[in-house]
């Protein structure tokens, strides 16, 4: 569903992805770890089309993707939630999954509440709001919810657009334990065709999830396998040092 192939990417004289091949099933769900700054986020960039790579491709359903423009890529079905927070404050909940809804059905150049009173920006947000854990937030504003609802409401916004590949980065980054436990049945209950990407720091979750595991060290893929032998693999508990032990 989602490939890669020898892609690289350097800024300046450093190499932040290196020659990264990874090749995604439709349906599957990778997550991707590596210590701070080992290129992942930059990866996500690559394949959104935020960064151009240096070389390298970037196919998606087999198609090659790699000189497309985000928006292009959006509209084939390639969608992300953040790292950092990119949600609109001063709105609720309900309206920014209807903003996202109304771009993907293409209803976003009518009046706000126009676009949101739209029977298919309606069904969207339901349908997402479930999806996402959040029915019962749906008329807070953005800026009166906790921050967990904050992360799921990224992910609301991101599967708004109705994607075929979903990128999230971090999703549980700065949740206590009891969101990130609620994120995994939350990533449970997403349809099983949707392929999803996870940058993940939380080990617990990212085993959890993983129907494979590949990690970035220095920009370069040193592990891809299952997540059995992620966990006794003593190459990542290098890597990862100390904080390996606490998985
Ligand atoms: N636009 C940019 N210009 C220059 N250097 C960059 C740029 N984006 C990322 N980098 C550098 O590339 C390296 C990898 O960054 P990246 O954000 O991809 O890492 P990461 O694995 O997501 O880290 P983290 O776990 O901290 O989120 C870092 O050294 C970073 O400083
Ligand atoms: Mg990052």
Same mark, same amino acid.
């Given at each position: 569903?989602?490939?890669?192939?020898?892609?690289?990417?350097?800024?300046?004289?450093?190499?932040?992805?290196?020659?990264?091949?990874?090749?995604?099933?439709?349906?599957?769900?990778?997550?991707?770890?590596?210590?701070?700054?080992?290129?992942?986020?930059?990866?996500?960039?690559?394949?959104?089309?935020?960064?151009?790579?240096?070389?390298?491709?970037?196919?998606?359903?087999?198609?090659?993707?790699?000189?497309?423009?985000?928006?292009?890529?959006?509209?084939?079905?390639?969608?992300?939630?953040?790292?950092?927070?990119?949600?609109?404050?001063?709105?609720?909940?309900?309206?920014?999954?209807?903003?996202?809804?109304?771009?993907?059905?293409?209803?976003?150049?009518?009046?706000?509440?126009?676009?949101?009173?739209?029977?298919?920006?309606?069904?969207?947000?339901?349908?997402?709001?479930? $999806?996402?854990?959040?029915?019962?937030?749906?008329?807070?504003?953005?800026?009166?919810?906790?921050?967990?609802?904050?992360?799921?409401?990224?992910?609301?916004?991101?599967?708004?657009?109705?994607?075929?590949?979903?990128?999230?980065?971090?999703?549980?980054?700065?949740?206590?334990?009891?969101?990130?436990?609620?994120?995994?049945?939350? $990533?449970?209950?997403?349809?099983?065709?949707?392929?999803?990407?996870?940058?993940?720091?939380?080990?617990?979750?990212?085993?959890?999830?993983?129907?494979?595991?590949?990690?970035?060290?220095?920009?370069?893929?040193?592990?891809?396998?299952?997540?059995?032998?992620?966990?006794?693999?003593?190459?990542?508990?290098?890597?990862?040092?100390?904080?390996?032990?606490?998985?």
């Amino acid at each position: 569903m989602l490939e890669t192939r020898n892609l690289s990417k350097s800024f300046g004289p450093i190499h932040v992805t290196r020659d990264v091949s990874i090749r995604l099933e439709r349906g599957e769900r990778r997550v991707i770890l590596g210590p701070n700054g080992a290129g992942k986020t930059t990866l996500f960039n690559l394949l959104a089309g935020v960064l151009q790579a240096d070389s390298g491709q970037v196919l998606l359903a087999g198609k090659d993707i790699t000189a497309l423009p985000v928006a292009r890529r959006a509209r084939r079905g390639i969608s992300r939630s953040y790292q950092k927070n990119t949600l609109f404050d001063g709105l609720s909940v309900r309206e920014n999954l209807g903003l996202a809804a109304a771009v993907q059905a293409g209803q976003a150049r009518r009046l706000f509440h126009d676009s949101l009173s739209h029977p298919k920006v309606r069904e969207t947000v339901e349908e997402v709001a479930h $999806l996402a854990r959040l029915e019962q937030v749906l008329d807070a504003r953005v800026n009166e919810v906790s921050y967990g609802i904050r992360r799921q409401l990224e992910v609301g916004v991101a599967l708004a657009t109705r994607p075929q590949v979903l990128l999230m980065d971090e999703p549980t980054s700065g949740v206590g334990p009891e969101m990130a436990a609620g994120f995994h049945d939350l $990533l449970s209950g997403l349809p099983r065709d949707l392929t999803l990407l996870i940058i993940e720091h939380d080990m617990d979750l990212a085993f959890e999830v993983a129907d494979k595991i590949t990690v970035l060290n220095y920009g370069e893929v040193v592990f891809e396998g299952l997540p059995e032998a992620a966990r006794g693999s003593d190459l990542l508990k290098e890597i990862y040092l100390g904080s390996w032990e606490n998985a």
